[in-house]
């Protein structure tokens, strides 16, 4: 379901695996994982993944117990790179949680795949 891309080492946060905008959108129909958008509240609020929890990056280390280690989370930010996404999936994975994917694109592809946003 995840992937990582061995081309490019040079990626923020290598141990983190990135999910597929595809397997990203099968976990979304499915109810199977649960969103965490990690940009600021303002761009939150401006349109996000339908049902996603805003925590941004820099919020993590307080409200990281708000998720459930036991659910699949896929976090997600605006750049390709992933960068804040993946270092809040970085986090998480450092206090316990073993099911965290950062989403490969991350929101701007979501949008241009046409997929839901509210």
């Keep these: 379901i995840s992937t990582n891309n ?14 597929s905008i595809q397997d990203a959108k099968a976990a979304f129909d499915a109810g199977a ?3 965490v958008d990690t940009r600021t509240l303002d761009s939150y609020n401006a349109g996000h993944i339908p049902g996603a929890i805003s925590i941004p990056e820099n919020e993590m280390d307080a409200r990281f ?3 459930d280690p036991n659910d699949w989370i896929i976090t997600y930010c605006t ?3 992933e960068n804040s996404s993946a270092g809040a999936a970085s986090n998480l994975m450092a206090r316990g949680f073993t099911k965290v994917n950062t989403l490969l694109g991350g929101f ?3 949008q241009q795949m046409a997929y839901p946003i509210e």
Excluded: G, H, M
């Design 6 to 19: 061995p081309q490019n080492p040079n990626i923020p946060y290598p141990e983190v695996e990135r999910v």
């Design 108 to 110: 701007q592809l979501w």
């Design 33 to 35: 994982a649960v969103f």
């Design 65 to 67: 117990t708000e998720l």
């Design 79 to 81: 750049w390709p790179a």
